[in-house]
């Protein structure tokens, strides 16, 4: 076998609640704009589908961790999430069998650089380091959830106060709509983690904010911001 110049990066590796074993991350989906009032608070006035953008995996970070304040930025929001763990993959898969490719799901937080995502949008430029910045995906643990559906309310708060309340069925696409429609643009492999989109309520954090996110039946998740 050939030798590598540097030592290859670590696996990615996300913590499966109750379970002794880790949940090796290949890649990080993001749906945008999956709750019509969220869609509304940041102007927009339809109910078009979603679209797609990615994270890296090393975006990830495991609940408890102290985040810094990312740079190049002076407008940190949070957006809290269902994130769904994909753990049979395919393409063109149909609705009706989506479910049959979940592992589990998790909360979790996009964190969004508001400020550089405004200026993008107003040139019509990527959203790469609006989103895709370091240690921008917390997560917390994955509940195994093989092959079923989710239902329940989501909830974020900082510092104690609420900030983010909705229910998973006020997405505009379902999880198995969204596996459906991920897998027609992608072919999906386990490992796979698609965060699902935020309801309104988004606003900005500080250095110094401890955030609490819970979504029904599955771990809460929290991280500080330093």
Known sequence: ???????????????????????PVRRIFCVGRNYAAHRAEMGGDDREPPFFFTK???AL????????????????????????????????I???????????????VDLTRRDLQAAAKS???PWDSAKGFDLSAPLGAIAARPG????????????????????????????????????RLWRLAPGDLIFTGTPDGVGPLEPGD????VIDGLPALDFRIV
Request: hydrophobic content about 45%; charged content about 10%; glycine content about 10%.
């Open 148 to 183: 079923s559906d989710l239902q329940g309310g989501l909830r974020l708060s900082v510092n104690g106060a609420p900030r983010q309340a909705a229910h998973l069925s006020d997405m505009i696409w379902s999880a198995p709509d969204i596996i459906a429609e991920c897998s």
């Open 210 to 213: 401890a955030v609490h996110a």
């Open 56 to 58: 890296p995996a090393d």
């Open 94 to 108: 149909a609705v009706g069998d989506a479910l049959g490719h979940v592992y589990g799901y998790a909360v979790g």
């Open 61 to 92: 970070v495991a609940s408890g961790a102290a985040i810094p304040y990312p740079s190049a930025t002076h407008n940190l929001h949070h957006e809290v999430e269902l994130v769904i763990a994909i753990g049979v993959g395919g393409a063109n």
């Open 123 to 125: 040139k019509g430029h």
């Open 1 to 23: 076998m050939a030798s590598t110049v540097f030592p290859p990066s670590p696996a990615i590796l996300a913590p499966i609640a109750d379970h002794d074993a880790t949940f």
